[in-house]
T-cell receptor, first 119, second 111 residues
């Protein structure tokens, strides 16, 4: 079974600075997807960024980028120019790409990192 | 238009009651899910359905019964509610090998 580990329960960063959230995962599969989801106090789960394992290029979405190290099974999220609205819980998640059935593609989540932005 | 919508958003009920949470998606996805987020914020899958067929059932008590009348709807019925059922329940949907999109969550409090 796959596992996802987020070793930083809490992080804080000064507004406008850069912060990196760590995520490692364990899998024997070669084809999979990795995600970062953001959960603000409203509890809505918002997709931040997605990475396909077969792609060597790191995904980027505006101020958000990832450092995907497949051999090391590491998937960190970098937030540049941090803004007050970035304050939230951030969840790293894994999804297999070899589901034998449609619908057998669950997300396995890490325990989350609470990010605080200091004005 | 909300892509994945759940109702109700908030639900407070007494132990022993039966309650339902409804979910609808307008994304045309074939697969829908229920996830549970406990008090420690840990998210875990409960069920998945593909075209009305149950695919994943993650050792959830029999008191929880999902029902999918069509591929755009997945409801969750909970019998004999217990204090430990208090959580946020998320509905989600996806198409094959694509991103899973979540609803806004339904906050269930059992008193």
């Amino acid at each position: 079974a796959q596992t996802v580990t987020q070793s930083q329960p809490e992080m804080s960063v000064q507004e406008a600075e850069t912060v990196t959230l760590s995520c490692t995962y364990d899998t024997s599969e070669s084809d999979y997807y990795l995600f970062w989801y953001k959960q603000p106090p409203s509890r809505q789960m918002i997709l931040v960024i997605r990475q396909e394992a077969y792609k060597q290029q790191n995904a980027t979405e505006n101020r958000f980028s990832v450092n995907f190290q497949k051999a090391a099974k590491s998937f960190s999220l970098k937030i540049s120019d941090s803004q007050l609205g970035d304050a939230a819980m951030y969840f790293c998640a894994y999804r297999s790409a070899k589901g034998s059935n449609f619908g057998n593609e669950k997300l396995t989540f890490g325990t989350g990192t609470r990010l605080t932005i200091i004005p | 238009d909300t892509a994945v919508s759940q109702t109700p958003k908030y639900l407070v009920t007494q132990m022993g009651n039966d309650k339902s949470i409804k979910c609808e998606q307008n994304l045309g996805h074939d697969t829908m899910y229920w996830y549970k987020q406990d008090s420690k914020k840990f998210l875990k899958i409960m069920f998945s359905y593909n075209n009305k067929e149950l695919i994943i059932n993650e050792t959830v008590p029999n008191r929880f019964s999902p029902k999918s009348p069509d591929k755009a709807h997945l409801n969750l019925h909970i019998n004999s509610l217990e204090l430990g059922d208090s959580a946020v329940y998320f509905c989600a949907s996806s198409s094959y090998r694509n991103t899973i999109y979540f609803g806004e969550g339904s906050w269930l409090t059992v008193v």
